[in-house]
């Protein structure tokens, strides 16, 4: 069994891809707004809400439980992908590289988001991280909505 891999998943979502991506780029700090039964908090460790190589500190629940991520964000503003590289937090107990990305590419009044992590596990046993990728799909979802009534 393969140590590390990618998943990756495909939505359609209403709000345009630069509406969208600018929660991610400059306004972060609205995700626990928008997405509150999964997001609970963020805070900025270093840096900004705008500035690549920031870090910053979720609070999340995920099946029922309460979870840490520290990332380090990073930004391809031409091609509106978002990129969080896992640095501390529950997830890295059990995966060495974990990096989810959003990917957004207009489509008619909305756009398309892919949505992938890449990963390695620490340990064979440790599963691929679908619940993670749910965890992306529930809370981008939330964020269309709000974006969406706004």
Not at 6 to 15: A, F, N
Not at 84 to 97: P, R, T
Not at 105 to 118: F, M, N, R, V
Not at 133 to 148: F, R
């Amino acid at each position: 069994m393969a140590l590390h891999g990618k998943i990756e998943t495909t939505l359609e979502l209403k709000s345009s891809a630069e509406k969208f991506y600018k929660v991610w780029r400059s306004q972060s700090f609205h995700v626990p707004k928008h997405a509150s039964k999964h997001i609970q908090g963020v805070d900025i460790h270093a840096g900004d809400w705008e500035t690549a190589g920031s870090i910053r500190i979720w609070q999340y629940t995920i099946g029922g439980k309460a979870g840490v991520f520290k990332e380090e964000v990073s930004f391809d503003d031409e091609n509106k992908i978002i990129t969080l590289n896992g640095l501390e937090g529950d997830v890295m107990k059990i995966y060495k590289v974990y990096r989810p990305v959003w990917q957004l590419t207009p489509k008619g009044s909305g756009c398309l988001a892919k949505l992938t992590i890449e990963y390695e596990k620490l340990h064979p046993e440790v599963p691929v991280p679908e619940i993670y990728v749910d965890l992306m799909v529930h809370m981008t979802k939330d964020i269309d909505e709000a974006l969406s009534t706004e």
